[in-house]
């Protein structure tokens, strides 16, 4: 039965389906060209695996930040800080490029996105396009 609780707790603590879980962003949508993206709240999150060094984030403000001011994406992993994007013109994409720290012993790694202002009742913060992960 310890036996049991402990392995249990283990499963919990690293689970399998971690890599699928997000935090803080709506549904897929995707724009006239093409591209598929997610809106954020004020506050997001999601998960990379934890083989991955290098991360490509897509990120683009549509809105303008507070006064005409750039939007700025705080990007934390594991907890961490990692970058300020910022977000100039509210139309264009960033692909920010991010190198990613060590890797934890976890099999995903949690990613937190923090946005400096966000936009009407839905609270939209920035659009989130798809993320891609590599080991280099």
Do not use: C, N, Q
Not at 15 to 37: C, K, L, V
Not at 81 to 107: G, M, Q, S, T
């Amino acid at each position: 039965s310890a036996l049991l609780a402990l392995a249990l707790a283990g499963y919990l603590h690293d689970p399998p389906w971690a890599g699928a879980i997000t935090s803080g962003m709506r549904p897929w949508e995707e724009d006239p060209p093409g591209t598929r993206f997610r809106w954020t709240t004020g506050r997001a999150s999601f998960f990379v695996p934890r083989e991955a060094t290098v991360m490509t984030l897509p990120l683009r403000a549509v809105f303008p930040g507070a006064d005409g001011r750039a939007t700025v994406v705080r990007v934390d992993v594991d907890g961490r800080w990692l970058a300020d994007i910022k977000l100039p013109e509210p139309a264009a994409w960033v692909r920010a490029v991010l190198p990613l720290p060590r890797a934890a012993r976890r099999r995903y790694r949690r990613v937190d996105l923090h946005v400096s202002r966000v936009v009407g009742f839905p609270l939209l913060g920035v659009e989130t396009g798809e993320v891609v992960t590599e080991r280099r």
